[in-house]
T-cell receptor, first 113, second 114 residues
């Protein structure tokens, strides 16, 4: 089991550019989450998918952020246009549900300059 | 709403001595509680979880935690710290009605002195 796979590991981009973060959940996990981690705010849930359907996107900061899950094995988080305040580590996590814990990916460290 | 409070932002221990990380929770019902560890530049790894079964929960790497309802606590302990335990630790509670919603504590950074 390769775990939750995120790419890229690091991303440096200029303000105004589009950024796409990718996630492959663990096979068989029907729930997927995108989190953002910053020093100031800690870990924040951005969006939650269940069976590929967005269930709760109340944590998405603004319209510049969008997420998709076209199938059970792939999800993207897109920021367009990016801003320096979006700099953070973005984590993807998945779980099979039923009270099981979550498995987190290694994260994407995004720096917007 | 449920929440957790980690009482120490930083804990420093000597290798081979016990580790205690304190966590108090606030919930109107019996919660599901978790401890996660995050090593530098890594994702979060589940150490252990409590889901209303045994109150003493054993996790990976020699860690364990005890759920005490009377004290609303879920402290994490390890009898003997190892250098590899240096990391950040998060106490987490899930929303029973919406169990996908996790509330993370602010984290406790553990340093281990040789």
């Amino acid at each position: 089991d390769a775990g939750v796979i995120q790419s890229p590991r690091h991303e440096v981009t200029e303000m105004g550019q589009e950024v796409t973060l990718r996630c492959k959940p663990i096979s068989g996990h029907n729930s997927l989450f995108w989190y953002r981690q910053t020093m100031m705010r800690g870990l924040e849930l951005l969006i939650y998918f269940n069976n590929n359907v967005p269930i709760d996107d109340s944590g998405m900061p603004e319209d510049r952020f969008s997420a998709k899950m076209p199938n059970a094995s792939f999800s993207t988080l897109k920021i367009q246009p990016s801003e320096p305040r979006d700099s953070a580590v973005y984590f993807c996590a998945s779980t099979p549900g039923g009270g099981a814990g979550y498995t987190f990916g290694s994260g994407t460290r995004l720096t917007v300059v | 709403a449920q929440s957790v409070t980690q009482l120490d932002s930083h804990v420093s221990v000597s290798e081979g001595t016990p580790v205690l990380l304190r966590c108090n929770y606030s919930s109107s019902y019996s919660p599901s509680l978790f401890w996660y560890v995050q090593h530098p530049n890594k994702g979060l790894q589940l150490l252990l979880k409590y889901t209303s079964a045994a109150t003493l929960v054993k996790g990976i790497n020699g860690f364990e935690a005890e759920f005490k309802k009377s004290e609303t606590s879920f402290h994490l302990t390890k009898p003997s710290a190892h250098m590899s335990d240096a990391a950040e630790y998060f106490c987490v509670v899930s929303d029973r009605d919406n169990d996908y919603k996790l509330s993370f504590g602010a984290g406790t950074t553990v340093t281990v002195r040789a």
